[in-house]
Nanobody, 123 residues
Framework: VQLQASGGGLVQAGGSLRLSCAAS????????MGWFRQAPGKDREFVAA????????YYADSLKGRFTISRDNTKNTVYLQMNSLKPEDTAVYYC?????????????????WGQGTQVTVSS
């Protein structure tokens, strides 16, 4: 599985961005898709995940209500809608995939990673 993330950029605090992650392959539905982020000098942090078949979603508690993960299995794409962005959301955002049915917040459980897309939120 190859993952290509896009949609990052520079936005003012309070603004919104939608990230996309396109996946190769014909079994996209079989994969749990996750978003993680990593700020300079910090560990990679779980953002959200979505299961393949029924679309169960999982979020970092601190981001619930501002971020929404979704997927379109017909387009092999997962999205991350980010609203009310704050400067502390500044990070490189990565999409990841693992075959399975249950989402995970642990990056070591994901087998495939995209290249990351930079999100910068100015104050």
């Amino acid at each position: 599985v190859q993952l290509q993330a896009s949609g990052g950029g520079l936005v003012q605090a309070g603004g919104s961005l939608r990230l996309s992650c396109a996946a190769s392959g014909r079994t996209f539905r079989s994969y749990v898709m996750g978003w993680f982020r990593q700020a300079p000098g910090k560990d990679r942090e779980f953002v959200a995940a979505i299961a393949g078949s029924v679309g169960l979603t999982y979020y970092a508690d601190s981001l619930k209500g501002r971020f929404t993960i979704s997927r379109d299995n017909t387009k092999n794409t997962v999205y991350l809608q980010m609203n009310s962005l704050k400067p502390e959301d500044t990070a490189v955002y990565y999409c990841a995939a693992v075959r399975g049915v249950v989402g995970s917040a642990r990056p070591q459980e994901y087998d495939y990673w995209g290249q990351g897309t930079q999100v910068t939120v100015s104050s």
